[in-house]
């Protein structure tokens, strides 16, 4: 997966807002990582990445600018953080959201976090890989962002799998992200649009929620 950016000294603490309408705006304070720079080892270092870095606040604003979307090629760069890791991509934090007892709240904590002061396994992943990694719309662009979501998949299903009667099809939501803009409720039988990725055009939600069933056939070996 390549490694860390070229380290760049001298940085100062970046404060990341988080802001919903269920809990306000937190702050988030985040020192500098181990590197900040370009990529310039192993397999992916000089690859081009299209998008950001716009925004590193998850705010509801950040979702309705269109220079989010501006082409802004740029070196893959990151700046793998120790602070953020050591705290919210641990085995302990693993084993509490495994031990959530519904959807409900395990999107939540997965998502938002049962402290909103400190990252939780969705975002500690993304800002302890950090620079592009940390921003909404380049983070795509980095190759390890997809192994991070297999991971956040890995979870949901070994969760799924503790009572996997009652939680194979357990799903809450809305059809927007963090619910900007307010949606409805989605059910199982709402569908969602792939692109490419479902030449058949849109499916239901019901289809993905087993690794073994609709357009899937995987498991994870631990």
């Given at each position: 997966m390549s490694g860390n950016g070229e380290y760049i000294a001298n940085?100062?603490?970046?404060?990341?807002?988080?802001?919903?309408?269920?809990?306000?705006?937190?702050?988030?304070?985040?020192?500098?990582?181990?590197?900040?720079?370009?990529?310039?080892?192993g397999p992916f270092a000089n690859i081009t990445v299209p998008f950001g870095e716009v925004s590193t606040n998850t705010t509801?604003?950040?979702?309705?600018?269109?220079?989010?979307?501006a082409h802004?090629?740029?070196?893959?760069?990151?700046?793998?953080?120790?602070?953020?890791?050591?705290?919210?991509?641990?085995?302990?934090?693993?084993?509490?959201?495994l031990a959530l007892p519904n959807i409900t709240i395990f999107t939540y904590d997965i998502e938002i976090g049962a402290?909103?002061?400190?990252?939780?396994?969705?975002?500690?992943?993304?800002?302890?890989?950090?620079?592009?990694?940390?921003?909404t719309f380049s983070s795509p662009g980095d190759p390890i962002f997809y192994l991070h979501h297999a991971q956040i998949d890995?979870?949901?299903?070994?969760?799924?799998?503790?009572?996997?009667s009652e939680r194979q099809y357990a799903f809450s939501?809305?059809?927007?992200?963090?619910?900007?803009?307010?949606?409805?409720?989605f059910q199982l039988n709402d569908t969602m649009t792939l692109g490419k990725l479902s030449p058949e055009g849109p499916q239901p939600i019901r289809d993905f929620m087993n690794t073994l069933g609709g357009p899937f056939c995987y498991v994870y070996a631990a």
């Amino acid at each position: 997966m390549s490694g860390n950016g070229e380290y760049i000294a001298n940085r100062s603490t970046l404060v990341t807002e988080l802001s919903l309408p269920e809990i306000g705006t937190v702050k988030i304070p985040i020192p500098p990582g181990t590197g900040g720079g370009c990529v310039t080892t192993g397999p992916f270092a000089n690859i081009t990445v299209p998008f950001g870095e716009v925004s590193t606040n998850t705010t509801t604003s950040s979702f309705k600018n269109p220079q989010n979307l501006a082409h802004t090629p740029h070196c893959l760069r990151r700046d793998l953080n120790p602070s953020v890791v050591n705290v919210s991509l641990t085995a302990a934090q693993v084993e509490a959201q495994l031990a959530l007892p519904n959807i409900t709240i395990f999107t939540y904590d997965i998502e938002i976090g049962a402290d909103p002061n400190i990252q939780n396994l969705h975002a500690g992943g993304h800002f302890g890989v950090g620079r592009d990694m940390r921003d909404t719309f380049s983070s795509p662009g980095d190759p390890i962002f997809y192994l991070h979501h297999a991971q956040i998949d890995r979870i949901w299903t070994k969760w799924q799998n503790k009572n996997l009667s009652e939680r194979q099809y357990a799903f809450s939501g809305t059809g927007t992200m963090f619910n900007y803009p307010e949606t409805p409720d989605f059910q199982l039988n709402d569908t969602m649009t792939l692109g490419k990725l479902s030449p058949e055009g849109p499916q239901p939600i019901r289809d993905f929620m087993n690794t073994l069933g609709g357009p899937f056939c995987y498991v994870y070996a631990a």
